[in-house]
């Protein structure tokens, strides 16, 4: 026996696990384990599904609160949003297999969250995604968005969700390792919500959906590990998707769910049939049998390590209510479901899977869901501390302001993503307030009531890089601000932990100090963390080179428009407005787009974010639009105070004049484009000043006249800084030009 | 008027064209599967809805006509009831040779979704009367597969008998003579790409689609 055991020990990598996790598994089950036993084990306590190093991290995050329906630990996070309506959300990664084959990547990452929503009882209404890429005028960032946006669009136009937000942005660390982040909502009266369990002893188990292939093998392992030359060979571990298959399983779900037919859903994700039944067990707190010999197959002479751990697409688990499984079977069969009974919950505490009339799997449920847990003590790699701490007073004032204001407004990361929307249907099921671009956020009405939903996804990953608690914390903030800037309160985050290889301990500080200031942030904002992802080893190997991603703590936030004809969207409508600063004015160049396009420079501090202020601003915000005070809103970002205001121009052809009297110590681009955390611009229709000051006033908002927009501006953005004596501008055809072309050069 | 919207497998615009009838066309409006071989008694309009009905495996809209309930909707036509198709509706009429001619992959073979101006080229149809002749309106479009492809003869026959009802102003897909919409020959069938059904309510950005049903209420 000693034999057999030392060579699957040498093995143990192949299965995902080191030999020191191979000694903990013999230990804990007193016994050698078996080839197909390692390997589920592997799948099991691999990051994707097992959450290894990350999961120690997590007790910092807050996760309740009075909106919170179902919080972590489900398919998907519930928030309330009154009304007896609830929305499942939550946000996944597919950055692994969208580098190898980025349309089925892009694709199955869409229909893997879908999954994840309609399995809590919820119909999707939305996706958002959040991608990211290197070079925009590098071969592969073409073939990898182009790739990703058909991916996207195949699969999200299919099955008929809107696909409403997300953002673009390009970064030349993720040249190699691009990440695609796929945030989905969904909708559901608070009675249907449905959770992964498996019931009570003596209930089935039903397999539902796609037959299973050798698609997708070792998916989890195979995103567990960094990306490598040699990784282009892991393409079979890159599932296809079939939305067809998904609509159907989609409508025959929820209509079992909501004719009261079952009591656990779960969709087959990474690690397949092994997570799903697996997970559902440990909830239950229960023991299954399931014999491998049902599972329908689409390939012959696929053996019990192929059935367990492919990750073909567009399966379910559905544990039928006892006594209602024929009902079941005939509303499954109306879709032309593959429907079978693949095994039964029993009175012990194993996971036991049969083959052949023999148990090849029989381990502890307890022991496959409890991954043995690493915390490390992380350490900022001193490269990034000298960059943060980079003296910046030396970098040139450039002698054109105009020139830097077309140039960043084109700058891909900032230009229009119009024509990344118009590829995908984000009108059907025609909920849709507003379409993507027009405002800070997705604003979705619930069809019959006065509510509105809204949704963003956001996070800097320069401020992240530079110092990620801060940089994390901003993401959050971020996401709040827009939120608020249509018109919505923020009611709670799911996140999706982006991050390099934790076994590098500068990785692992980044990791660490992001998910404080996640934590931080959220008990400020007073929204609780419902979910999340966790994607790490997004590093490229090279040689002997690692290059790891930069840290992206993607935050999708959800809020709630009490009255949805209560919105307002970023571009100012005609007419004369003034136009407001709600917050604070930009201080220095550190961290910003402008110092990285510009200069060439990736350095300096974070500007500080006081969430007190943030607070505020987001209230004095959200009071102006519930009022009727303002016509339309915009935070600052990218690009900062100069960016915001042009981009809120570029609905019409109104101009405006801007005026930024501040004193000349602080530089004149750091006040144009130097990045903030906690400013709004808010355009309050003319003659309706007073009451907004007064209001701002009230609520303790600090607050700042900038200028007006009006068609006396002669169709020019003008900027004039008297204290500095600068004095410029720029036509708002020009500032259109400069947005609204680079990614339509991007896209083939 | 009593309205059956038709669900096929990957149907996707089903409720939202069931909304819109109940909305426009005093509420009686259902569904009808499509395994079905009748439509309800007394179906007065049979609204074929956008998606893609069995995956766009074939050609789009290619099984979605042979499908049983086709065979009641071709005589529910044929008997001079009306039928509007949108999007993967058009497609599917089209298919079952309820509408002439074809739509095929877009010039650029990118899906758009985008608000269109349409120009009412014929106000004088069931379908379009609520509009002006000439009026310029507009309606989302949502396909892939939009670009309106027939004979020349069939197309000339299409314009010299005032078929075309809508047509593009600034032609998104490719299709032959801008055409967004058509009728059949009895003038009862009306198949056009861009969604009517989403262009009902203000709040959602448009309300110019609300013409095709009050046209067809005013009947």
């Not at chain 1, 078996?34 to 990350?54: D, F, P, Q, R, T």
């Not at chain 1, 990034?384 to 700058?411: F, Q, W």
Request: charge should be negative; charged fraction near 20%; include cysteine.
């Amino acid at each position: 026996m000693t034999q057999p055991t030392q060579h699957l020990r040498d093995q143990a990598a192949t299965f995902g696990l080191s030999t020191e996790e191979f000694d903990i598994l013999v230990e804990r089950i007193g016994r050698e384990p078996n080839a197909l036993e390692a390997a589920i084990v592997g799948a099991m306590w691999s990051e994707h599904c097992g959450y290894k190093n990350s999961r120690p991290l997590f007790k910092a995050f807050p996760t309740e609160g009075p909106q919170v329906l179902q919080g972590p630990g489900e398919n998907a996070g519930v928030i309330d949003i009154g009304g007896g309506y609830g929305v499942a959300f939550k946000m996944e990664s597919h950055n692994h297999p969208s580098a190898v084959e980025p349309v089925q990547g892009a694709a199955t990452g869409v229909g893997g969250i879908l999954r994840d929503i309609f399995a809590m009882g919820a119909r999707p209404f939305a996706v958002l995604d959040s991608l990211r890429f290197g070079d925009p005028e590098s071969p592969r960032t073409r073939f990898l968005l182009n790739g990703v946006v058909d991916g996207i669009s195949h699969y999200g136009n299919a099955i008929g969700v809107p696909t409403v937000g997300g953002e673009t942005i390009f970064h030349p660390s993720y040249q190699e390792n691009p990440l695609v982040n796929v945030m989905a909502l969904g909708l559901l009266r608070h009675e249907d919500l449905a959770t992964g369990t498996m019931g009570e002893v003596g209930n089935q188990i039903i397999y539902v959906g796609s037959k299973t292939g050798r698609d997708g093998l070792g998916g989890a392992v195979f995103s567990s590990a960094d990306l490598s030359a040699a990784s282009q060979a892991d393409r079979p571990a890159v599932q296809v998707g079939d939305p067809f298959m998904e609509k159907l399983l989609l409508e025959a779900t929820l209509e079992a769910i909501q004719a009261g037919l079952v009591a656990g859903v779960q969709d087959m994700g990474a690690a397949g049939l092994v997570s799903s039944t697996c997970e559902m067990a440990y909830r239950a707190g229960l023991g299954i049998s399931m014999n491998l010999n049902d599972v329908p197959t689409r390939e012959t002479g696929m053996v019990p390590m192929e059935l367990c751990l492919s990750e073909s697409q567009e399966r379910m688990i559905l544990v039928p209510v006892p006594g209602k499984e024929q009902e079941l079977y005939d509303l499954l069969a109306k879709w032309e479901l593959d429907v079978v009974n693949i095994g039964q919950v029993e009175d012990h505490q194993n996971y036991r899977l049969v083959w052949d009339g023999e148990v090849v799997c029989d381990l502890p449920v307890d022991l496959l869901n409890e991954a043995p847990k690493y915390t490390r003590e992380g350490v900022e790699n001193p490269d990034i501390i000298a960059k943060r701490e980079m003296d910046l007073s030396g970098v040139e004032m450039p002698a054109d302001l105009g020139a830097v204001l077309t140039t960043l407004l084109s700058h891909p990361t900032i230009a229009s993503k119009k024509p990344i929307f118009e590829r995908y249907d984000h009108q059907v099921m025609t909920n849709t307030v507003v379409v993507p671009g027009a405002a800070d956020a997705a604003v979705m009405r619930v069809r019959g009531t006065q509510i509105g939903v809204a949704a963003t996804s956001d996070c800097n990953p320069r401020f992240v890089y530079l110092d990620p608690y801060t940089g994390a914390a901003a993401a959050v903030a971020e996401a709040a601000r827009n939120l608020a800037c249509v018109g919505a309160t923020p009611l709670a985050i799911t996140d999706n932990l982006n991050f390099g290889n934790p076994h590098d301990l500068g990785v692992y500080y980044q990791l660490q100090q992001s998910v404080q200031g996640i934590a931080d942030a959220c008990r400020a904002l007073n929204t609780p963390v419902t979910g999340g992802n966790v994607s790490l080893y997004n590093q490229y190997v090279e040689g002997d080179q690692k290059v790891a991603i930069h840290p992206t703590p993607t935050i999708g936030m959800v809020g709630v428009l009490p009255d949805v004809t209560r919105h307002v969207g970023q571009h100012i409508p005609a007419g004369p407005h003034s136009l407001y600063l709600l917050g604070e004015l930009g201080q220095g160049i550190g961290a910003s787009q402008y110092l990285g396009t510009v200069h060439g420079l990736e350095a300096g501090q974070v500007p500080a974010l006081d969430l007190e202020l943030h607070r505020k601003v987001i209230d004095g915000t959200l009071a102006l639009i519930r009022e009727g005070l303002a016509a339309a809103a915009h935070d600052t970002a990218e690009g900062g105070l100069g960016v915001a205001v042009a981009e809120m121009l570029l609905g019409g052809t109104q101009g405006a004049g801007i005026t930024l009297d501040a004193p000349a110590e602080t530089r004149a681009d750091a006040l144009l484009f130097g990045e903030t955390h906690s400013s709004v611009l808010v355009a309050v229709p003319l003659g309706r000043e007073t009451a907004a000051e007064a209001r701002l006033s009230e609520l303790g908002v600090p607050c700042r006249l900038l200028g007006t927009v009006s068609e006396e501006s002669g169709e020019r953005l003008t900027f004039a800084l008297p204290q500095h004596s600068l004095n410029f501008s720029v036509s708002t055809a020009a500032l259109k030009q400069a947005h609204s072309q680079p990614l339509r050069d991007i896209l083939a | 008027m009593k309205t059956a919207v038709i669900q096929f497998p990957g149907s996707n615009c089903d409720t939202d064209a069931l909304e819109a009838a109940k909305l426009l066309l005093d509420g009686d409006a259902q569904f009808v599967w499509h395994t079905e071989t009748e439509l309800p008694e007394g179906t007065e309009l049979v609204f074929i809805p956008g998606g893609f009905s069995y995956g766009d495996h074939l050609r789009s809209g290619a099984i979605a006509a042979r499908s049983p309930i086709m065979k009641a909707v071709g005589a529910h036509a044929e008997a001079g009831g009306y039928v509007l198709g949108v999007c993967n509706g058009f497609q599917v009429l089209t298919e079952a040779g309820l509408l002439p001619g074809a739509l095929s992959r877009n010039r650029d073979l990118h899906f758009h979704c985008a608000p269109v101006h349409l120009v009412v080229e014929n106000a004088d149809t069931a379908f379009s009367r609520a509009y002006d002749k000439g009026q310029v309106i507009e309606i989302p479009i949502a396909h892939g597969e939009g670009n309106y492809y027939a004979d020349a003869e069939t197309i000339g026959r299409l314009e010299t008998e005032g078929r075309v009802v809508f047509r593009y102003k600034d032609n998104p897909n490719g299709s032959l003579n801008d055409i967004a919409g058509i009728v059949n020959e009895g003038g009862n069938v009306l198949g056009m790409m861009p969604h009517p059904e989403r262009a009902v309510e203000l709040l959602l950005g448009s309300e110019d689609g609300r013409g095709v049903f009050e046209s067809l209420k005013a009947k």
